[in-house]
């Protein structure tokens, strides 16, 4: 199994910076797609960016110009570089990998969330 760690969550002021990471670990694994999803008091977990092994990202359209996810296959890390931050970013931020353990068997993983709080 994958287990996904995430840090660097924190409260920080309207127009600032913060970058989230996040560490896969486990053996016998091998991932593929690596997204960030948030979910803020009293709604649904929603998708913020996605990437694939090869690179590829996608964001939704609230954080588009802002956010940049990206990710190191060899440390199976994924970062999500968060800029121009807003309080509606406020939320718990959760990481999700997608991951092949043998050549017909796909899963995933979520890691525990880290909380980012953006005040006013």
């Known amino acids: 199994q994958v287990q996904l760690v995430e840090s660097g969550g924190g409260l920080v002021q309207a127009g600032e910076s913060l970058r989230l990471s996040c560490a896969a670990s486990?053996?016998?694994?091998?991932?593929?797609?690596m997204a960030w999803y948030r979910q803020a008091p009293g709604k649904q977990r929603e998708s913020v960016a996605v990437?694939?092994?090869?690179?590829?990202?996608n964001y939704a359209d609230s954080v588009k110009g802002r956010f940049t996810i990206s990710r190191d296959n060899a440390a199976n890390t994924v970062h999500l570089q968060m800029n121009s931050l807003k309080p509606e970013d406020t939320a718990i931020y959760y990481c999700r990998a997608n991951y092949l353990y043998s050549a017909f068997h796909a899963s995933y993983a979520w890691g525990q969330g880290t909380l980012v709080t953006v005040s006013s």
């Open positions: 990437i694939t092994s090869g690179g590829s990202a």
């Open positions: 486990g053996s016998g694994f091998s991932i593929n797609a």
